[in-house]
């Protein structure tokens, strides 16, 4: 399979996981800025979203959202328990994190890395940031990982977007369960690969 991504954005998320998943993938660069491939392919006749993550299999289905994604990387190897059996409360309880790390998190960064985007919008958009990592930072508390005491696909996608702070201005130093987290996940082999892999780690 093929995993399309761009060096530190979302996709980072479904390349850890692959990572730690031990499948056989190959990972090609599709840099948001340009659109272009490395051969000079228009990344819009691949994927007409034009956005990253992609996943395209080896039959040629494909997948273009992150949630979806790991959850479908997870369920190949389920030995891995990356993530908990489909139709168990706790498979819920991931989707829940998976689904509020998206909407709340992810999609809360987007206007502090639009370019043009009014200064008061920023600061709105900074503000509601702010109180969700608070929110999370609180969840987080004697807990290892977002589920307990194991590593699944929300901590990997968790870890990506909260460390996009340091590219905002937003300082997640004083959420002593947050920044723990962060530090503990970017530990991880697995984790370190993907980053080594999109040039994030020397």
């Given at each position: 399979m093929k995993l399309y991504y761009s060096p530190g954005a979302c996709s980072l998320s479904p390349h850890i996981v692959l990572k730690e998943s031990g499948l056989a993938f190959e990972a090609i660069a599709a840099p948001t800025k340009t659109h272009k491939l490395a051969d000079g392919t228009d990344y819009y006749t691949i994927n007409p979203l034009g956005y990253v993550p992609f996943l395209v299999l080896d039959d040629g289905r494909t997948l273009h959202e992150g949630p979806a994604i790991v959850q479908y990387i997870a369920d190949q190897v389920p030995e891995k328990e990356l993530a908990p059996a489909n139709g168990s409360w706790e498979r819920y309880k991931l989707q829940e994190w998976l689904n509020t790390i998206s909407t709340e998190l992810h999609k809360g960064f987007s206007p502090l890395f639009t370019p043009g985007m009014p200064e008061q919008a920023k600061e709105m958009a900074k503000t509601r940031l702010i109180s969700r990592l608070n929110w999370v930072d609180?969840?987080?508390?004697?807990?290892?990982?977002?589920?307990?005491?194991?590593?699944t696909v929300a901590d990997a996608y968790l870890f990506v977007v909260a460390s996009w702070g340091k590219h905002v201005g937003i300082d997640i130093a004083g959420l002593a369960n947050l920044s723990a987290f962060v530090a503990r996940i970017g530990a991880r082999p697995g984790v370190q690969a993907a980053m080594r892999a999109e040039g994030l780690l020397k």
């Open positions: 609180g969840e987080l508390a004697a807990k290892t990982y977002l589920l307990g005491d194991t590593f």
